[in-house]
């Protein structure tokens, strides 16, 4: 027994030892890094700003979207600029925060960092070792292109029918919320209407997840609790012995449902009557069909396609669900910009759901004409953007400070492209806290113009968001016909948490609270 708690003990110096040598380590570095005059809040060696930090959340609900901290850290200490230091050591990276348009520029297109390590490991569950998230260098370029021309705006038209479809049987379901008077979680039918529209567009797929409980989306759903960065404050949480069997299992669902689809959209590109070219993951397929003569996919190509499709799944529904939520809420909000939105779909689109179904059919590129309501989006994924950008720094490379002259180190570092931060920047965009759609469509001469690069829901660069146009154009379908048919209105009861005075805060991975509780009327304009 003496000879074991001696072990023990030993143990436990060599592991405290090891702990306080890279806590000093790690510390002396960041004070010599203020020592230079470079901006971070008040610095404990103990804590780092871990205290700063939750002194600054304290009064955000505690399911608050974490993109938050940076906004909140800079709104607590007086002085601090766009650009500071966060060391969250051990609970977390030393961090560079970064939320002014051309500090940004710096590391996303003159330079454009690779992404940081956690990413990789977030996904890695998911889409295995490589992914388009997550690959650098020339395997990335490579395939970047290979899936650039199912994103274009000319490829993604042709869905504008196969959106329409899901759209509709959207609306159906919101009708049966107005015929039962209930207050509905308005997020989980997005999420099925989203996901349901991705699998349109990659895999020529019906999901039906609106409808029915389709297995591909379950799996999907229920893995994303299990994906980590590896960075949550409760030890259980970060080591949880489950989680790598959660992760196996649900990826392995996922596997086992896209597998035949793969293979019936590689048999498709060898029968001469078949579509070919307008289903995203066909442009994954197609070269490698013209370059074997097989009859079938290998392995280890299959396994790569199939992380892809698990990916653009899995980063196409989430975030445009969210979206599409928020136009709803903020639109209900402000009465007098739905009333113009809905004329201008009037105007393109006709005035009832006939018409607007026929030109949609007919002629989708009428949704160019929808200048109002791209204004109304991008507002939104102003004040709500759905996610931010991390990348890892580089020995050598440094973020200059115009304003200061300061250059920020970046080597050991996550540089966090904080999208909220620079959303609500006062020196950026004029009443930063109102919903002004009109901001982009004044000349460039107003003052409530967007200057260049201060918007950022897709980031910019090479290695912004690849779905941003369906994005777009998704939304865009759902609002035309809905708006004109549904009044969709915020109903969070007694509830008080809020976040900007908004009890529709972000949650989770941009989420609204509660997954935006509501009740659904039916307008008694909406004619057939």
Not at 5 to 16: E, I, M, P, Q, R
Not at 297 to 320: I, M, P, S, Y
Not at 379 to 395: A, D, I, K, M, V
Request: glycine fraction near 8%; include cysteine; charge should be positive.
């Amino acid at each position: 027994m003496p000879s074991i708690l001696t072990s023990l003990s030993v143990l436990g110096l060599g592991l405290a030892m090891a702990f306080f040598t890279k806590l000093y380590r790690i510390r002396s570095r960041i004070f010599g890094l203020q020592r230079q005059g470079l901006a971070m809040p008040p610095y404990s060696f103990l804590f780092g700003h871990l205290l700063v930090v939750k002194s600054a959340v304290s009064d955000l609900p505690s399911d608050a979207y974490g993109n938050y901290i940076p906004r909140h850290v800079r709104a607590a200490t007086p002085g601090l600029g766009p650009i500071f230091y966060l060391d969250l050591w051990p609970f977390g990276p030393q961090i560079l925060v970064v939320s002014s348009p051309d500090a940004l520029h710096q590391m996303t297109q003159e330079h454009s960092l690779p992404k940081f390590h956690a990413m990789r490991k977030f996904l890695r569950p998911m889409s295995g070792e490589f992914d388009l998230v997550t690959m650098e260098g020339e395997m990335w370029k490579r395939w970047r292109n290979i899936f650039n021309p199912g994103f274009s705006p000319s490829n993604l038209l042709g869905f504008v029918s196969a959106i329409l479809e899901e759209t509709l049987t959207f609306c159906g379901i919101l009708q049966e919320h107005v015929d039962k008077g209930d207050v509905v979680s308005l997020k989980p039918l997005t999420d099925n209407l989203t996901m349901d529209v991705i699998g349109r567009v990659i895999l020529d797929t019906r999901l039906d997840s609106q409808r029915s409980k389709n297995k591909m989306a379950s799996a999907l759903r229920r893995m994303i609790p299990w994906l980590t960065f590896g960075a949550e404050p409760n030890p259980l949480d970060r080591y949880n012995p489950f989680r790598p069997v959660a992760q196996w299992y649900y990826a392995r669902r996922m596997n086992r449902y896209l597998s035949p689809i793969l293979d019936a959209r590689f048999a498709a590109l060898q029968s001469k009557n078949a579509q070919t070219g307008q289903p995203v993951i066909d442009f994954a397929l197609r070269p490698r069909f013209s370059e074997s003569d097989s009859k079938g996919l290998d392995a280890a190509f299959k396994t790569f396609v199939t992380a892809q499709a698990k990916l653009f799944l899995f980063a196409g529904h989430d975030t445009t669900s969210a979206t599409m939520c928020y136009v709803f809420h903020l639109l209900a909000s402000h009465p007098p910009i739905l009333a113009r939105v809905r004329a201008e779909h009037d105007t393109i689109f006709g005035t009832t759901i006939t018409h607007a179904t026929d030109r949609l059919m007919q002629q989708p590129h009428l949704l160019h004409q929808l200048l109002l309501t791209t204004a109304v989006i991008k507002e939104t994924l102003r004040l709500f953007p759905p996610s931010s950008t991390t990348r890892g720094g580089e020995p050598g490379f440094t973020i200059v400070d115009h304003d200061t002259g300061l250059r920020y180190l970046t080597e050991g570092f996550m540089v966090w492209s904080s999208h909220d931060s620079v959303h609500h920047d006062p020196a950026s965009w004029p009443r930063a806290g109102d919903f002004l759609p009109d901001r982009w469509l004044v000349s460039q001469d107003d003052p409530l113009h967007p200057i260049k690069g201060a918007w950022r829901p897709f980031e910019h660069g090479p290695r912004n968001c690849v779905g941003q146009e369906l994005t777009m154009l998704e939304l865009k379908v759902v609002l035309v016909m809905t708006l004109r048919t549904f009044g969709i209105v915020a109903d969070y009861g007694e509830r008080t948490a809020q976040v900007d005075g908004d009890r529709a805060y972000q949650t989770g991975i941009g989420s609204p609270s509660l997954g935006l509780p509501c009740r659904i009327t039916r307008l008694s304009t909406g004619g057939a």
